[in-house]
């Protein structure tokens, strides 16, 4: 079965560190891999895009990667702030979809809520 | 600019009664659709649309409906509401071919 895991509901990194993120994918063939952003009581806000032959995108502090061998992508944040605490969440949509817009069918994994710590 | 409404934020309702969660756009998008978020499950797409008159299911569509009579607004109706619906339903919009979703900010139903 379709299974999108990212790796832990929780993840404390002190200030000024990198946080890393993981989220790995079964039984997908996406053409494009999305992260958002999810305060307490709000919706998801859009953060980066990477599509299958892109290796690495960068956005300001935020990195991520994308490797369809490993079936896994990894999101990064540098220099990280408490204001950068929130849930994370990473998305895909399956290139097996048709008609294929982009944007229909796009599939969330449950997020990893990430706490820094002054 | 409004971006994308959901209405009402809060809603409780008793098994068996019906309602309709509205959600307006003013971007002008072409693709809208319905999510419900339940801990530990993630976002589950419900129903989509990618222009007026055209929807389609997602993964966990029974119990609801949906039209799309303009590209404004898109609709969802429980018909008949049952404890297990009980959620936060999260409208969604974004040009077609762009891969950004743009999110309102949530309904959440209960159920009683």
């Known amino acids: 079965s379709q299974k999108i895991e990212q790796n832990s509901e929780a993840l404390n990194i002190q200030e000024g560190k990198t946080a890393t993120l993981t989220c790995n994918y079964t039984?997908?063939?996406?053409?494009?891999l999305q992260w958002y952003r999810q305060d307490p009581g709000r919706g998801p806000v859009f953060l980066l895009l990477i599509r299958e032959n892109e290796k690495e995108k960068r956005k300001e502090r935020l990195k991520v990667t994308f490797d369809t061998t490993l079936k896994q992508s990894l999101f990064h944040i540098t220099a990280s702030q408490p204001a950068d605490s929130a849930t994370y969440l990473c998305?895909?949509?399956?290139?097996?979809?048709?008609?294929?817009?982009?944007?229909?069918?796009?599939?969330f994994g449950t997020g990893t809520r990430l706490t820094i710590i002054p | 600019n409004a971006g994308v409404t959901q209405t009402p934020k809060f809603q409780v309702l008793k098994t068996g009664q019906s309602m309709t969660l509205q959600c307006a756009q003013d971007?002008?998008?072409?693709?809208m659709s319905w999510y419900r978020q339940d801990p530990g499950m993630g976002l589950r797409l419900i129903h989509y649309s990618v222009g007026a008159g055209i929807t389609d299911q997602g993964e966990v569509p029974n119990g609801y409906n949906v039209s799309r009579s303009t590209t404004e607004d898109f609709p969802l109706r429980l018909l008949s509401a049952a404890p297990s619906q009980t959620s936060v339903y999260f409208c969604?919009?974004?040009?077609?071919?762009?891969?950004?979703?743009?999110f309102g900010e949530g309904s959440r139903l209960t159920v009683l």
């Open positions: 998305a895909l949509s399956d290139d097996g979809v048709y008609p294929n817009f982009g944007n229909e069918k796009l599939t």
């Open positions: 971007m002008n998008h072409e693709y």
């Open positions: 969604a919009s974004s040009q077609l071919r762009s891969g950004e979703l743009f």
């Open positions: 039984n997908y063939s996406p053409a494009y």
